[in-house]
């Protein structure tokens, strides 16, 4: 089931490639034009899958993501830009592997925001990365 649109929501977390300190050249036009906002956190495991990560909700307080948090410009325009990239757009066939829904964020300075995020959906079979932070990721050892 495609998430329904809550509200008016105009920012978005993201927790990988799409952070400023990931991005290559390829992804910095789909940001053009983003306002950051600021560091925060969301209750979630995040998952390394070798060339993208992927964040799924977790029960536990102690399991955080950290990410950065934007402020979009033609909110629809550019989710509809991200839908896209991340496989979950309308000429996409599902099951998808990312979907967008809105969630808390606990910002850097202590209050909370919501913002959107795109959950990982399948079972995660990637490497669990502990820090919660994909910058952090350690590069696999070499032969």
Known sequence: MRPVDKGRESRVFVYGTLRKDARG????PLCRGWAFEGYGTV??????????PGAIPSR???DRVRGEIYVLPDTGQTLRLVDH?????????????FEREVVEVAREHGDTTTAWIYWYRPTPR???L????YLERAEPAKP
């Open 25 to 28: 050249q390829v992804l910095s």
């Open 43 to 52: 209750q979630a495991e995040l998952y390394d899958f070798g060339a993208y």
């Open 60 to 62: 536990s307080a102690s």
């Open 85 to 97: 990239y991340e496989g979950c757009g309308p000429e996409d066939l599902p099951p998808y592997e």
């Open 126 to 128: 990637g490497r669990r």
């Open 130 to 133: 502990a820090s919660g932070d």
